[in-house]
Every structure is written in structure tokens, then in C-alpha cells.
């Protein structure tokens, strides 16, 4: 029996108080549950939109609210079955809006085909509507937007299991912020809509794998008993934009239609990594939500989602100008171009001035969808563009960054949340292991001309040789076998036969398909042969005027012959010490030394053997410049003299 369908003539003596009380009673439990949808507790409304149907009462009003309890909750394959059922019992009942929302909900469980014809429907009753002309113009892409699968990038969940809802990534700095339903860390309240904890702000680290680690919530006066999530830094990680609950002095205020909306706030780091001091943004208002900031790379420019007036549909996507003194612009809508009668929301804003957002107004796979446009006139982004699988996929994917330098980032999505649950996670994008090869030229570091016949190894993190080859005549290079990406090389370059110094390059690869090419520079062989220092490319060791002690700079130097004699214990140092002019040359040959003496001892005392070690001062006999006595020359040219050196003896 329907409630729609009941004749009242049969409300008649016993039979109509009985019937008539049933009535009364569903009646009662939709308006219940009509004011429990008006305030967005979809969980409660849920349970009794349930209970009703099961008891045989249906309308279309009723199949609208319960198909939207689970829509606006994003489970889309709970959703489109109440929608089916209302387009095939109440099709002339229907609004333009429910045709759309059907058809996003047939996209999440693969039914294209009945989404192109709900959409056909929606474009036929909102024709002027930008949705509609999207979909007019762009619905022959669909079937390859749908085979499509990019070969470029790999997905992987990074937060499964870490709490029932985790989305919302920014960077920030080496590490990375995002909103989590794992514990509220000021209470244990319960949203309604979603029947999870409220959302806290956690940072975690990253790993070598670019995978999440050791989530901690942030510190200071950012989190609340409400909602906080997506937040944006600067670049020198200490003023933050964040989205909470419209909440100040304690309380949540809400607006007229009793829902508390969601502001953007700003927050300065202190010193010790809390947050604080934290600043309601002025074009914030109690009767629309402003949400998911994102910066400009100048820094000049915040992005945000909004449904303030001046919004074509759910949420646009706007901008300010940050102007100085804690000032900003007019928010500007970023036009018919981005925004639709839909939900356009979480924008990022990358280094390239990409603007990447999702949508459920463009032509997408299902739910929201990731998109991105350059902001440059000259950009490689000239008009929207779907990101395709397997960025997206049929179901909600969000909160998209990027390091478009490593093409590496990070994308919201709850599309491994069983049907009926609500489970947002974090996934790691990055570009797949492609083909990485590694060529190059061996050259002359002084003369830049390329060397013949030099042996050049290939040796991964451990030190391993992985592969040997040698320059041709033109001082190429090149290695056949493939490399592992996000790995990191050495490139040696060596050539004994003309006493070349060898030389390394280290090289992290990146992932993708890539040639690299990695020129490699031999120092000539200016050095005397059983010249240490100039073999280890030191730096002089030198001394302060009419001083023997070694100074610190010294002692970086000496940790490098010191690390050389540990590693060829057959080697035997003698040590050479000089002065510069100024003072007697007796005074300079006993001065020198005890610069040769203090030299060795230093060795000895980090444990090398005395028996490998010799010491001779030399005063200022050998001079490396012009320096002599009566000349007169700046204090940097005599330090020049002042000096050890490092002879390898037979």
C-alpha cells in the first residue's frame, strides 16, 4: 500500500481509525524525517526514509530524500537504487536535478549507457545550463574517457586502515597535513551526517616510498571538538590557511537554515611547531561556507570552494587577492569556463600555475572527478581537462596535489569503501617504472675535450657494480641496461693509463620512461703522483701567523687524510710544513716545524700509527708566490704560505 495511493473513502467506522492511525503514524515518521534531512543528520533520516518503504509506504518524495541521504554522503551504489526506482515509478515527477544525480550514481557502478540517457533527459529539461552543454558537446568522449586507462601513472592506497575517513593532503615542507577521522583530539563527539568522529588536522611523514608514517595530530590551538581539514602553507611553512566549522568562543553557530557552515581560518607556527594565533579570514559570513584554500605560487592569491552569492551551482571555485597588512581582495569567481551548476571544489594551485579542482559537473567517470587548467594563457592546460583513470575513477576523488617536477602527489578518493560505508583514503600518484637508460660524455675537466677510451662504472646505493663500459672516441658513454626508478646511481669515471683522478656523479632516478644523460668531468693529472692532498682535492691545511695549532678548518681537511690511511694501511705520510716571510728565517724553520709536528700529532692521536708517519718544517724557503721578504703583500696572499702538505712516501 502507498501512501500517495490511499483512497480516504475507505477510512470508514473501525476499519478508518485503524487504517487512518497507520497513516497518521508514517506521516509522523516523515516529518521526523524530514527534519532530521533539513538539518543534514542523513544517518537518522536514513534509518526512518528505511522503515517506511519497508513497510509498504512509498511516494516519490520519499525516494528522493532517501536516495539523496545516501548521495550526499557519496555512496553512490546504495544511492542509485532508490533513484532507479523513482525514474521508473515516478517519471513525471521528477525535477531536472534528479535526472543528474542519477546518472552520476549510474556512472559509479558502471553503467554508462543508462548515465548517457538520464543525462540526455537532464539536458532536454536544463538546456541553457552549462552541465547541459558540457554534456551536449562532450558525451561522444565518454565511451573513451571510460576504455581509457593512462599508462603514465600508478595509484596505491597510503592510509588504509588508519582511521574510517582520511583525506584532504597538502604539503608541507617535507611532510604532509590532512584531515582525519582517526580520534578527536578535543572530545568524542559524533557527526551526524556521517556517524564518525569529528575531523582533526594530522601531520605525517614521508617515507623513501613516498607513503605515509607515524601520524600525529597538530599541535597548538588548531583542533577543535568540529570539523578541520584541507589546509595550505607558505613556503617557509609558517602562516597556514585551514577549513573548520563555523566555530568561535566555544560554540558552533549556525545560520538560518540552522546549519553550521564551514570558514576558512589562518594560523601562524611558533616556534616549538605548535599553532596559534589563529584568524577568522573577513570574507568569511555565517550564511555560506567558504572551504579548501589553496596558495598561488607567487603567494599572492587564495584559492577557495564557496557557494556564496554570486555561486552558479553547489560550489564554485574563487579567488582573493592577499594584499599587505593582513588585507585581501574582493573574492572573484573563476567563471562559466571552471565552474558549473555543480560541485567544483578543492582547488590546487601547482608550481607550473596549473590549477587542478574536482567536479561533478563536467563530463567525468562518476562522482567527482579530477581536472586541472593552466592559469597561463600560454599554459599546457588551455581548457579543462579530466585527469582520466586511474586518477579517477566512478566514484568521489578529491584533494588532488602534485610536485610536477617529480610527478609525484597525492589524491583523496573513497573508491575502495565497500557499498554503504563512507571510507575516504589517501593515494599516492606517481609516475610508473618506465624504460630509464643512462648515457653520457667522459671530458677533460680543464679542457672540455672528450677522452678516449675510459672505463666508466655503474654502481647502485650499495656500492655494487651493476655495469662497466667504456668512452668511444667521441667520449660517449652509454649503459643498455635498464635502471630501477627512485633509485639512487654513481656514475665513475676512471683512466689510469693517462692518470686521470677518478670522479663519481650520484643521480637519484625518477620514475617514468627516461633518458638520462650524465656527463662526467676527470680532473688532469696536474697533481704530483705521491701528492696526497692534491689527490684528495684538499684544501690547504693552513695556519694563523706565529701559530702552530690547528685550527678547525684544518681539521675538516685532516679527517681526509685520516680517512685515507685507514682505507690503504700501506700507505706512509710525510708531512711538509712552511711559513710565510715576515720574521727571521730561524724563528720560521722552528715554527715550521712545530706545524709539522702538531700536524702529525693530530693524525696519531685519531689512531694512526706513528712508524707511518714522518714530519719536516721548512720555514720559508719554498714559497708559492712572490711573497718574500720586504715585499709587501696582503694578508691573504702570505696565508697562502702558511701551510702542510701531504707526500706519499715509497
Known amino acids: 500500500m502507498k501512501v500517495n495511493g490511499l483512497d480516504k473513502r475507505i477510512c470508514t467506522i ?84 534528479y535526472y543528474y544525480r542519477a546518472a552520476q550514481t549510474f556512472k559509479s557502478i558502471g553503467e554508462y549507457h543508462l548515465s548517457k540517457k538520464m543525462m540526455g533527459e537532464f539536458a532536454s529539461l ?60 578535543k572530545g568524542d563527539k559524533i557527526h551526524d551526517w556521517t556517524g564518525l568522529p569529528y575531523l582533526d588536522l594530522y601531520e605525517a611523514k614521508i617515507n623513501e616510498e613516498w607513503k605515509l608514517s607515524d601520524p600525529v595530530p597538530l599541535t597548538g590551538d588548531i583542533n577543535t571538538p568540529y570539523h578541520e581539514s584541507s589546509a595550505t602553507f607558505t613556503k617557509d611553512g609558517k602562516t597556514m590557511y585551514f577549513t573548520r566549522n563555523n566555530y568561535s568562543k566555544g560554540k558552533r553557530k549556525k545560520n538560518k537554515d540552522r546549519l553550521v557552515s564551514l570558514k576558512i581560518y589562518k594560523a601562524s607556527k611558533n616556534d ?44 564554485d571555485i574563487w579567488y582573493v587577492d592577499i594584499l599587505n597588512n593582513g588585507l585581501y581582495g574582493t573574492p572573484v569567481n573563476l567563471g562559466p569556463e571552471i565552474n558549473t551548476e555543480a560541485r567544483e571544489t578543492f582547488p590546487y594551485v601547482s608550481k607550473n600555475n596549473n590549477l587542478y579542482f574536482s567536479s561533478d ?17 600560454e599554459g599546457e ?12 575513477s566512478n566514484k568521489d576523488d578529491f584533494g588532488f596535489i602534485l610536485n610536477e617536477d617529480m610527478q609525484i602527489g597525492y589524491l583523496s578518493s573513497n573508491r575502495d569503501g565497500d557499498a554503504g560505508s563512507i571510507s575516504d583514503d589517501i593515494y599516492r600518484v606517481w609516475e610508473k617504472c618506465g624504460e630509464i637508460h643512462i648515457e653520457g660524455i667522459i671530458s677533460d675537466a680543464k679542457t672540455g675535450k672528450p677522452i678516449f677510451g675510459s672505463l666508466v662504472i655503474l654502481l647502485d646505493e650499495n656500492n655494487t657494480v651493476v655495469a662497466t663500459t667504456a668512452s668511444d672516441s667521441d667520449g660517449r658513454y652509454e649503459f643498455e641496461e635498464p635502471l630501477d626508478c627512485s633509485k639512487q646511481y654513481a656514475i665513475r669515471g676512471e683512466n689510469d693509463l693517462m692518470e686521470y683522478v677518478p670522479t663519481e656523479k650520484t643521480i637519484t632516478t625518477p620514475r617514468g620512461s627516461h633518458l638520462l644523460k650524465v656527463n662526467v668531468e676527470l680532473v688532469p693529472p696536474d697533481c704530483a703522483v705521491n701528492d696526497l692532498g692534491c689527490r684528495l682535492d684538499l684544501q690547504p691545511i693552513y695556519f694563523d701567523y706565529g701559530r702552530y695549532s690547528i685550527r678547525k678548518d684544518a681539521e675538516v681537511e685532516l679527517a681526509k687524510i685520516l680517512q685515507a690511511m685507514k682505507e690503504y694501511p700501506q700507505i706512509r705520510i710525510h708531512i711538509e710544513s712552511h711559513t710565510d716571510s715576515r720574521s727571521s728565517y730561524s724563528f720560521n724553520l722552528k715554527l715550521s716545524e712545530k706545524r709539522a709536528r702538531s700536524t702529525m700529532e693530530w693524525l696519531i692521536r685519531q689512531g694512526i700509527d706513528r712508524n ?11 714559497l708559492l708566490n712572490n711573497c718574500s721578504n720586504g715585499v709587501e703583500c696582503s694578508e691573504e696572499a702570505h696565508q697562502l704560505n702558511r701551510r702542510s702538505v701531504f707526500i706519499i712516501k715509497e
Not at 707511518?612 to 719554498?622: M, T, W
Open 14 to 97: 473501525l476499519l478508518t481509525i485503524i487504517i487512518c492511525g497507520i497513516v497518521n503514524g508514517q506521516r509522523s515518521r516523515l516529518k521526523k524525517a524530514e527534519e532530521e534531512f533539513d538539518k543534514y543528520a542523513f544517518i537518522d533520516a536514513r534509518k526512518i526514509y528505511l522503515k517506511v518503504v519497508e513497510n509498504g509506504y512509498e511516494s516519490a518524495q520519499v525516494l528522493k530524500k532517501l536516495g539523496d541521504t545516501y548521495y550526499f554522503n557519496s555512496e553512490y551504489g546504495e544511492a542509485v537504487k532508490w533513484y532507479k526506482r523513482l525514474v521508473d515509478h515516478y517519471p513525471n515527477q521528477l525535477e531536472a536535478e
Open 126 to 185: 536544463s538546456a541553457m545550463t552549462s552541465i547541459a552543454k558540457n554534456f551536449m558537446k562532450d558525451y561522444p568522449a565518454l565511451d573513451s574517457l571510460v576504455d581509457f586507462q593512462s599508462k603514465k601513472f600508478e595509484v596505491e592506497n597510503v592510509t588504509n586502515g588508519l582511521s574510517s575517513s582520511d583525506f584532504g593532503p597538502s604539503f608541507h615542507q617535507d611532510k604532509i597535513v590532512y584531515a582525519s577521522s582517526s580520534a578527536n583530539t
Open 272 to 315: 616549538d611547531g605548535s599553532w596559534s594565533n589563529i584568524q577568522e579570514l573577513p570574507f568569511n559570513h555565517d550564511s555560506y561556507g567558504v572551504a579548501h584554500p589553496a596558495l598561488s605560487p607567487d603567494e599572492k592569491r587564495l584559492y577557495f570552494s564557496s557557494n556564496m552569492e554570486g555561486t552558479f551551482g553547489a560550489s
Open 361 to 377: 559537473g563536467h563530463l567525468g567517470l562518476g562522482g567527482l572527478d579530477v581536472f586541472v587548467i593552466s592559469l597561463e594563457e
Open 381 to 392: 592546460f588551455k581548457k579543462v581537462t579530466n585527469l582520466k583513470k586511474p586518477i579517477n
Open 612 to 622: 707511518r708517519l714522518s714530519a719536516k718544517g721548512y720555514g720559508e724557503s719554498q
